[in-house]
């Protein structure tokens, strides 16, 4: 078992004098349940005034075992992390809606996907910062009067190299993108039965590769939906309490990140993360209650448990089982990180 040493916790302590706010919800607490307990390590990832945060957006973790965060600062929104939490590179001031990001792999590299919701667009880039490709609305679609519409959230990859595009925060449309970037169909949408404030992250889940499914996490709707490849509803997982907003996989099991248990109603409930089995039903919630199902098999409501959590927004998971945690809305918060006990 992992211990949090005197001096991590003097470390944390000589930051909080500093005023990082992310210490705030530090907490030696053990989260989660049966084989998915975990304790946060104090202190990792805060930096100095010279590299702030506001929102933390997207997560995601590259070969190097490099902690990549986009955030919407307007300094930088671009902050690559070393494993032990320490700045390597920063980058970026074009996104100042960041908000999805996706890590993909084009031949020997790989390449960041970043979505911005206020310059409306789709870019490529690689992960020193190079603009390779972007991509705007979908004007020829006939489904948006003008750009300012389009709020792309996030993008979900196959591996061939097509992508799909969801609208989250504009019209809930969902735009699939062949291997070299050309549109190919648009689906979903209020006559797709996609209602609004509903598509905001997701991953292709192509764990049967003769059939590919989209899994969505659907904001605000307390549920993940099922999607073939054509836009066609496939099925759902109730997560009831829940926000989804992200959904990772890693080691067999799907991560959600909630935003809160009771938003949008309250804007100052707090979130947690659950862990699903490939079977789809929660094994564990960390910062949250343990997941209950009644005899029917329908899981009872979540609800957070914790300080450790404000509002989480996406998360990460190493090849160790660690896990990250990015934030939206929790005080200019760098990420969380968690280790598997």
């Not at 003008?146 to 061939?160: F, I, N, R, V």
């Not at 993360?273 to 199902?293: C, K, Q, T």
Request: hydrophobic share 35%; aromatic share 10%; net charge neutral.
């Amino acid at each position: 078992m992992h211990t949090v040493t005197r001096r991590h916790w003097l470390q944390a302590a000589a930051g909080a004098t500093l005023g990082f706010p992310c210490l705030r919800a530090q907490s030696p607490e053990i989260l989660g349940q049966g084989e998915f307990r975990y304790r946060q390590v104090p202190g990792w990832g805060v930096l100095d005034a010279r590299t702030p945060v506001k929102n933390g957006h997207g997560l995601v973790i590259d070969r190097e075992g490099h902690v990549i965060l986009f955030t919407d600062h307007p300094a930088q929104q671009v902050i690559i992390y070393d494993r032990a939490g320490r700045l390597v590179h920063k980058w970026g001031t074009q996104f100042p809606g960041a908000h999805g990001l996706s890590l993909v792999q084009e031949g020997e590299r790989e390449l960041l996907f970043l979505t911005c919701l206020q310059t409306h667009r789709v870019v490529k880039a690689t992960l020193s910062g190079e603009i390779l490709q972007e991509w705007r609305w979908p004007e020829s679609s006939g489904k948006y009067d003008s750009e300012a519409q389009y709020k792309p959230s996030w993008t979900l990859h196959l591996a061939d190299g097509s992508f799909f595009v969801l609208d989250g925060y504009g019209r809930d449309y969902i735009a699939h993108y062949d291997a070299g970037g050309r549109r190919v169909k648009l689906f979903g949408g209020p006559e797709g039965g996609i209602v609004h404030w509903g598509p905001h992250g997701g991953m292709a889940d192509l764990r049967d590769p003769a059939r590919p499914e989209l899994l969505i996490a659907m904001s605000d709707q307390q549920h993940l939906l099922r999607l073939n490849l054509e836009g066609r509803h496939l099925g759902r997982i109730d997560l009831p309490g829940g926000n989804p907003r992200q959904i990772r996989r890693q080691g067999g099991h799907f991560f959600v990140a909630h935003l809160a248990d009771n938003w949008p109603a309250d804007r100052q409930s707090r979130g947690f993360v659950s862990v699903l089995n490939d079977e789809m039903r929660v094994v564990a919630n960390l910062g949250g209650s343990a997941p209950e199902y009644d005899d029917t098999g329908r899981l009872r409501p979540m609800r957070n448990t914790s300080p450790v959590f404000l509002h989480p927004h996406d998360l990460a998971v190493d090849a160790e089982g660690s896990l990250y945690v990015a934030q939206f809305a929790s005080g200019n918060t760098y990420p969380l990180k968690f280790e598997r006990l």
